[in-house]
């Protein structure tokens, strides 16, 4: 629609200057730091007096797989390669700190970052993610990951940070069989190096006095943004109808969107993919929030018989809701039933009786069958979160 900005002929024309430069820095684990299972790798930022912008940050991880010894020596397995988002799976938790507060974290990465890169990542976007490289010869890998693939933090909050100290924590799986597909099992995973590239920011001279005056009159800074809180239940019962409470959320942690799915088998098992899901022969699922239910009308859908339009619309629908764009789902609708069945449950419009106090979380289903041994389910949860920090007294108060 024409308005009356054409006739705005005399504007001078304007250039963001701010900003002056951005160059990454590598940051390192501590000297003394393990790349083992079970370890805690801790990657500190100690220099308070640099802008960075975590939500453009990366990390670099190389290593290689032990290939079989054997007389004469053979090229590395070519059933060997890196799983799809395997990189996530070599950690069983990840969390971002500053000045010593945790104000986000990951549990059990692999799954969390799986479900929410299903939902969120067109086929651009998943190239662009996370970059793999393996040498089929020799078995050494280099993976790149950003790190607003690993934290909601990172992926919401696209501002500096001022003054503050950081630190990014990574705990190692136990066991590295989710990261990899083999057909054999005689070589091992090892991660050889860990490195953190942080985008430092130059200002000019007139916004460097901005900041600086920001800086002495140490207010209080607020960053909002959505975690990710995934829960689990081991083992489903082996019935047909299930009702599980997942959990209740305090006042200030109110579920925005609630992914639900479903694994058979398929955690610490070499040959399957622990990235991907399973359908479950599921026939129905409701979300209830302090007993309202989401979505209002009942859910049917037959895997066998392809039949689950319902179930694919509220997948595809979730980006134009969450992000405010264009859906572009990853996957497509016939992939969708052996790739990652799972059930998006948008909430992020409640009534005012949801949002004056705990709320209950309570997921109920029926399946076609009774549940399969080693089926688990899983309740990613996204919800609100606001941090609060003073840069000069380096205060941080996590609502």
Request: proline residues 6%; negative net charge; contains cysteine.
């Amino acid at each position: 629609m024409v308005n009356s900005d054409i006739l705005n002929v005399s504007n001078p024309v304007q250039f963001d200057e701010a900003i002056t430069s951005s160059q990454y820095h590598t940051y390192l684990p501590y000297a003394s730091t393990g790349y083992g299972t079970d370890d805690e790798i801790r990657i500190p930022i100690q220099n308070r007096e640099a802008l960075t912008l975590p939500s453009e940050s990366y990390l670099i991880i190389e290593g290689n797989f032990d290939k079989p010894v054997v007389n004469p020596p053979v090229a590395f397995p070519a059933t060997t390669k890196l799983s799809y988002n395997g990189l996530a799976h070599l950690f069983s938790e990840i969390r971002y700190e500053l000045n010593g507060v945790v104000i986000d974290q990951t549990k059990n990465p692999g799954v969390t970052t799986s479900l929410k890169g299903y939902i969120s990542y067109d086929t651009d976007e998943q190239k662009i993610k996370t970059t793999e490289y393996m040498d089929a010869n020799t078995g050494q890998f280099q993976i790149v990951v950003p790190l607003n693939h690993l934290f909601g933090f990172c992926e919401d909050y696209r501002k500096i940070l001022l003054n503050i100290r950081q630190e990014l924590v990574l705990i190692r799986a136990n066991v590295n069989t989710n990261a990899y597909e083999s057909a054999a099992n005689d070589h091992t995973l090892e991660i050889t190096k860990i490195s953190w590239r942080m985008p430092h920011i130059m200002v000019s001279d007139s916004e460097r006095l901005r900041l600086l005056k920001i800086l002495n009159s140490d207010p209080w800074l607020a960053m909002g943004f959505m975690t990710w809180e995934l829960h689990e239940l081991p083992q489903v019962n082996r019935t047909t109808k299930h009702t599980w409470t997942v959990r209740t959320s305090p006042k200030l942690e109110t579920p925005r969107y609630i992914i639900f799915a479903f694994q058979n088998n398929r955690k610490n098992t070499l040959g399957q993919t622990a990235s991907e899901f399973d359908n479950c022969n599921l026939t129905t699922a409701k979300l209830y929030l302090n007993g309202i239910p989401f979505p209002y009308d009942n859910i049917h859908v037959d895997f066998p018989k392809n039949h689950y339009p319902i179930l694919y619309n509220m997948y595809a629908r979730f980006q134009s809701s969450y992000y405010g764009t264009e859906d572009r789902p990853l996957i497509s609708y016939a992939d969708f039933k052996t790739k990652c069945p799972m059930v998006v449950f948008d909430c992020s419009r409640q009534p005012e009786t949801l949002k004056s106090g705990s709320v209950d979380i309570r997921i109920e289903w029926e399946t076609a069958e009774a549940m399969q041994d080693n089926t688990s389910a899983y309740c990613l949860i996204l919800h609100d979160r606001v941090v609060n920090y003073r840069p000069l007294s380096n205060a941080v108060q996590v609502q």
